[in-house]
């Protein structure tokens, strides 16, 4: 069993940067391929990164690619995605997940079981 909580969203200009923080409680961490995901009023939930269990893979949705920067830390049981370049088309609810299986990672929210709350992220033009 994984819990995640976020932190780190906010309200900020067009061109600015946020660091959004996943932290996970259990012991097994580091067994969980994670990603980040975000949903916008009216759309879809859409996938923004993952990173592999130990951090030396990542992938990255194309509207992000460049800009947001996926990392973990295993021995602090915490993910982060740090947002540079930010635009109004980025405001959402970025939430944080953890996969269904051990030593996996991937950009389909089906393979995802354990999800955090969600962090708003406000971008203004």
């Not at 759309?43 to 592999?52: C, D, G, L, M, Q």
């Not at 920067?69 to 982060?80: K, L, V």
């Given at each position: 069993?994984?819990?995640?909580?976020?932190?780190?969203?906010?309200?900020?200009?067009a061109g600015g940067s946020l660091r959004l923080s996943c932290v996970a409680?259990?012991?097994t961490f580091n067994f969980?391929?994670?990603?980040?995901?975000?949903?916008?009023?009216g759309?879809?939930?859409?996938?923004?990164?993952?990173?592999?269990t130990s951090g030396g893979s990542t992938i990255y949705a194309n509207s992000v690619k460049g800009r947001f920067?996926?990392?973990?830390?295993?021995?602090?049981?915490?993910?982060?995605l740090q947002m540079n370049s930010l635009k109004p088309e980025d405001t959402?609810?970025?939430?944080?997940?953890a996969t269904s299986t051990y030593f996996s990672f991937s950009a389909s929210s089906s393979d995802y079981r354990y999800w955090g709350q969600?962090?708003?992220?406000t971008v203004s033009s």
């Open positions: 069993q994984v819990q995640l909580v976020e932190s780190g969203g906010g309200l900020v200009q409680s259990g012991r969980y391929g994670t990603g980040w995901f975000r949903q916008a009023p759309k879809e939930r859409e996938f923004v990164a993952a990173i592999s920067t996926i990392s973990r830390d295993n021995a602090r049981n915490t993910m982060y959402a609810v970025y939430s944080c997940a969600g962090t708003q992220v």
